[in-house]
């Protein structure tokens, strides 16, 4: 009785079969007055849906005397397997990986000139770079200038200081500048402390 009373306990709510409900029936005519097996075959038929799910319930509200512990019992949410929630999390994480798909089909790199002036770059580094920072707009009506942007990066009052500015500053033949930005990106990141360090001794040779 011990073994197949620990055996129908130990069943996950995903696991519960008709053969298990059959076998509690079978040791409750074998025990009619053992209370946990009235609790365990009106949770089972609740699972499985049985056709004799009133009359467990009915038996065991007879046989428990605690009836919230009883109700707590058989209304507690069923487990779900671990395969379905696998499965579950699976799909999910398909739907998250559309999503990013449909986003890089979705962008197109601002246009760009065969020969770009020193505007055009500026407004390109800004549009991917920083797509939070507004476009450079013409003549005054921008609240900062493009040498203000340039001047306002290095001085850290924009947040986003990359090597793609750096570049910029050396197809402009600002050295000086670029090595300054090299420099804040070995403590900003200080993984590839090593590779920025390099490339400010490549600018120095130049």
Same mark, same amino acid.
Request: hydrophobic share 35%; charged share 30%.
């Given at each position: 009785?011990?073994?197949?009373?620990?055996?129908?306990?130990?069943?996950?709510?995903?696991?519960?079969?008709?053969?298990?409900?059959?076998?509690?029936?079978?040791?409750?005519?074998?025990?009619?007055?053992?209370?946990?097996?009235?609790?365990?075959?009106?949770?089972?038929?609740?699972?499985?849906?049985?056709?004799?799910?009133?009359?467990?319930?009915?038996?065991?509200?007879?046989?428990?005397?605690?009836?919230?512990?009883?109700?707590?019992?058989?209304?507690?949410?069923?487990?779900?397997?671990?395969?379905?929630?696998?499965?579950?999390?699976?799909?999910?994480?398909?739907?998250?990986?559309?999503?990013?798909?449909?986003?890089?089909?979705?962008?197109?790199?601002?246009?760009?000139?065969? @020969?770009?002036?020193?505007?055009?770059? $500026?407004?390109?580094? +800004?549009? #991917?770079? *920083? !797509? /939070?920072? &507004?476009?450079?707009?013409?003549?005054?009506?921008?609240?900062?200038?493009?040498?203000?942007?340039?001047?306002?990066?290095?001085?850290?009052?924009?947040?986003?200081?990359?090597?793609?500015?750096?570049?910029?500053?050396?197809?402009?033949? @600002?050295?000086?500048?670029?090595?300054? $930005?090299?420099?804040? +990106?070995? #403590?900003? *990141? !200080? /993984?590839? &402390?090593?590779?920025?360090?390099?490339?400010?001794?490549?600018?120095?040779?130049?």
């Amino acid at each position: 009785m011990d073994k197949r009373l620990n055996e129908i306990i130990a069943l996950e709510d995903w696991q519960v079969e008709l053969l298990n409900l059959l076998n509690v029936e079978r040791l409750i005519t074998k025990f009619p007055y053992c209370s946990i097996l009235y609790m365990y075959a009106a949770r089972f038929s609740s699972l499985l849906n049985n056709q004799n799910k009133d009359a467990h319930k009915a038996l065991s509200a007879v046989y428990i005397s605690d009836r919230i512990k009883l109700k707590e019992f058989l209304e507690r949410p069923a487990s779900e397997s671990p395969y379905k929630l696998k499965q579950q999390k699976r799909a999910s994480n398909i739907v998250t990986n559309r999503d990013i798909l449909d986003e890089i089909n979705q962008y197109t790199e601002p246009d760009l000139s065969d @020969n770009p002036t020193k505007e055009e770059l $500026i407004e390109r580094f +800004l549009k #991917i770079e *920083n !797509p /939070k920072v &507004s476009t450079v707009e013409h003549e005054g009506a921008s609240l900062f200038t493009i040498d203000k942007i340039i001047k306002n990066s290095a001085s850290k009052e924009f947040k986003n200081v990359t090597e793609t500015m750096a570049k910029i500053y050396l197809q402009q033949g @600002n050295k000086s500048m670029a090595v300054k $930005i090299y420099e804040q +990106l070995m #403590i900003d *990141n !200080p /993984k590839k &402390s090593v590779y920025f360090a390099n490339r400010i001794k490549e600018i120095n040779r130049e």
